[in-house]
C-alpha cells in the first residue's frame, strides 16, 4: 500500500539558509499534518491542512509557512535557518472528510534536517 | 487543551519479561488515545488506538492496552518482550471532534536486553 512519502530524507543547510521540504500524503487522504522532533525530544504540532485551507496552527516559528496543493501535496518553507531548527520533520495525512476524526493518521518516514 | 504524562523515561527489561509502559492523559473533553513505535532512526509507526467500545485494544505483535476512564490511563502492556521490541513508545491524544493535531508524550524508551 502507498503511503506518505517525504522528501528529502535528510537535508543538510547553512545558517540563515532556506529550505523547503515536501510530503505526498497517501491518495484520497485530504489532511497533512506537520510535526517537528528534536534530538530526544517528543513530535511537536507545527501546522495542519484541510482541502488546501489551513486548519490548525501550532508552535511553527513565523520563519516557517505552509502550503496544500492542489494534488494534496504539502511543502514546508523554512527561511532564516537557525541551529535550534536542527530536528526531523514529519509529515503525516489522514482521509478525515472521508472517515472522519479519530481515524488515526499515517506518519511519513521523515526529513531529517541538520542546521551547520 | 491537553496533556499527556509518560511516567517512565526509560524502561530496560530482560528479553520475555512482561512490561508495562504508563500513560497518563489530562483533557476537559474526550479524547481518542494513541500508543505510537519509533525504531531507532525511523518514522512514526502506529501500534494501537482507541476511538470507542471495548477499553481493552490489542496491536498485532502482541502489545494491548487499556483505557481507563476514571483514572484517565491508557498504559501499553506486552506479556513478553523481544530483542526487536527495543524502541521509543509514544502515547498519543486528540480531543474528539475539532482538531485532530496529536499532543504526544515524551516518549519512554523501551530496551530489551538479551
Known amino acids: 500500500a502507498a503511503g506518505v512519502i517525504q522528501s528529502p530524507r535528510h537535508l543538510i543547510k547553512e545558517k540563515r539558509e532556506t529550505a523547503t521540504l515536501k510530503c505526498y500524503p497517501i491518495?484520497?487522504?485530504?489532511?497533512v499534518y506537520w510535526y517537528q522532533q528534536g534530538p530526544g525530544q517528543d513530535p511537536q504540532f507545527l501546522i495542519s491542512f484541510y482541502e488546501k485551507m489551513q486548519s490548525d496552527k501550532g508552535s511553527i516559528p513565523d520563519r516557517f509557512s505552509a502550503q496544500q496543493f492542489s494534488d494534496y501535496h504539502s511543502e514546508l518553507n523554512m527561511s532564516s535557518l537557525e541551529l535550534g531548527d536542527s530536528a526531523l520533520y514529519f509529515c503525516?495525512?489522514?482521509?478525515?472528510?472521508?472517515?472522519?476524526?479519530?481515524?488515526?493518521?499515517?506518519f511519513g518516514s521523515g526529513t531529517r534536517l541538520t542546521v551547520v | 487543551a491537553q496533556s499527556v504524562t509518560q511516567l517512565d523515561s526509560q524502561v530496560p527489561v530482560f528479553e520475555e519479561a512482561p512490561v508495562e509502559l504508563r500513560c497518563n492523559y489530562s483533557s476537559s473533553v474526550s479524547v481518542y488515545l494513541f500508543w505510537y513505535v519509533q525504531y531507532p532512526n525511523q518514522g512514526l509507526q502506529l501500534l494501537l488506538k482507541?476511538?470507542?467500545?471495548?477499553?481493552l485494544v490489542e496491536s498485532i505483535n502482541g502489545f494491548e492496552a487499556e483505557f481507563n476512564k476514571s483514572q484517565t490511563s491508557f498504559h501499553l502492556r506486552k506479556p513478553s518482550v523481544h530483542i526487536s521490541d527495543t524502541a521509543e513508545y509514544f502515547c498519543a491524544v486528540h480531543p474528539q471532534g475539532g482538531s485532530e493535531k496529536l499532543v504526544f508524550g515524551k516518549g519512554t524508551k523501551l530496551t530489551v536486553n538479551p
Open positions: 491518495p484520497r487522504h485530504d489532511t
Open positions: 503525516a495525512s489522514s482521509p478525515r472528510r472521508t472517515t472522519g476524526a479519530g481515524a488515526g493518521y499515517t
Open positions: 482507541y476511538l470507542s467500545g471495548s477499553t
